[in-house]
């Protein structure tokens, strides 16, 4: 897979900043005037790009009442139906282009996860830099193949999927010759607790698809996505809401614009404070190494006078001989007076 992908003009890399996606999701409320918000919000907080959800209640799902379709598996959305869901909380899609276009006004990529052949084709239509695969539909195989023909960089989210759900949608995306991939971790758990996290899952998507990887991230706070860039994560996405409080299908477990904001701050510290692998130290650290131990004469020493322990240490600061030379040169005799306080040399050694 490739290891350098371009998202409109944000190039995501393993040597490149983490993207930070704010997810608008359901948080809109049914109100053309809040997404807007969501996405200045999104902006203001520091976000990279925003991300949409393409469907309808009838193209993802049918309006049945039979106990399959019935929400009852421990979610906050239990005691409705999928239908009812998904018509509570879809994204108009007549609202989409617009919503684009204001991201893009803001400087943010703004792209969506399609869930059908007739959102595929829309966003084509609008022209989206990328395509989002929902952990439920990356057993979708035709619509993975529809996606990668697109040759569009494809980010999975794999909450659900079986090792044998993520290399199968792999092959399809080699197949159609789609290597622009980034496969994010993802617990669909809403909110997640930390303990399910695993986060280390990570390193094994990176290491065994040998693709780029980032976090899909269901949990409260700041610390689980901050955490990923240590673990090499280069995608975060986050739902993002105006106030919890104004409820929502997804509001419980999105972050207020604040909460965004700190976790961007906390991201891009911790970017800076990973800095490279290489052993060296800083101009800082170089200049402090002058404080490091090294050989004093501690008492005045005369000319031929036997260097001891009792008038040569290791003492702070660095300006002395190496501590390494300290039994070489005990029983040597001075060559010159030494005061308290000399830094040893060898011109001052017999």
């Keep these: 897979m490739n290891k350098t992908i371009r998202i ?10 983490c993207m ?3 997810e608008v999701s359901a948080n809109h409320n049914g109100d053309y005037n809040r997404a807007v918000e969501i996405i200045h919000a999104a902006a203001e907080a520091g976000a990279d790009a925003v991300k949409l959800q393409t469907y309808t209640a009838d193209t993802i799902t049918v ?6 379709f019935q929400l009852t598996q421990g979610t906050i959305w239990d005691g409705t139906t999928l239908y ?28 969506s996860s399609p869930f059908d052949f007739t959102s595929v084709d829309f966003l084509e239509q609008m022209d989206v830099p990328a395509y989002k695969v929902a952990s439920y539909e990356i057993n979708d195989i035709p ?25 199968r949608a792999l092959n399809v995306c080699k197949e159609e010759g789609n290597e622009d991939v980034i496969l994010l971790k993802c617990v669909s758990a809403y909110p997640t607790p930390y303990d399910q996290v695993n986060l280390r899952v990570m390193n094994t998507l990176a290491e065994k698809y040998d693709c780029l990887v980032g976090l899909s991230d269901h ?23 105006l106030k919890r409080a104004d409820g929502g299908a997804d509001s419980s477990f999105s972050m207020e614009p604040e909460e965004f904001a700190a976790m961007v701050r906390d991201v891009r510290i911790m970017e800076q404070a990973l800095g490279s692998a290489e052993y060296r130290l800083t101009q800082t650290q170089i200049v402090e190494h002058e404080g490091s131990r090294s050989l004093f004469a501690v008492k005045d020493i005369a000319a031929g006078e036997l260097l001891t322990p009792e ?40």
């Design 20 to 22: 930070i996606v704010a």
């Design 63 to 68: 309006d049945c009442d039979d106990p399959c």
């Design 219 to 241: 949990t409260m706070g700041t610390v689980v996505s901050t955490g990923s860039i240590a673990l090499g994560g280069k995608m975060i996405e986050k739902h993002l809401t």
């Design 84 to 111: 009812k869901l998904y018509q509570e909380a879809y994204t108009p899609w007549e609202w989409q282009p617009r919503l684009k276009e204001e991201a893009m006004k803001l400087g943010l990529e703004c792209f």
């Design 8 to 17: 409109g003009k944000k190039e995501i890399s393993e040597n490149s900043p």
């Design 143 to 167: 619509l993975i193949r529809k996606i990668a023909r697109l040759h569009k960089p494809i980010i999975f989210a794999t909450g659900i999927a079986y090792e044998e759900d993520i290399e």
């Design 311 to 350: 008038n040569v240490r290791s003492i702070r600061p660095g300006n002395g001989l190496h501590t390494m030379y300290y039994e070489e040169i005990l029983g040597k005799r001075a060559k010159k007076d030494m005061k308290l306080g000399t830094p040893l040399a060898w011109e001052l050694i017999e």
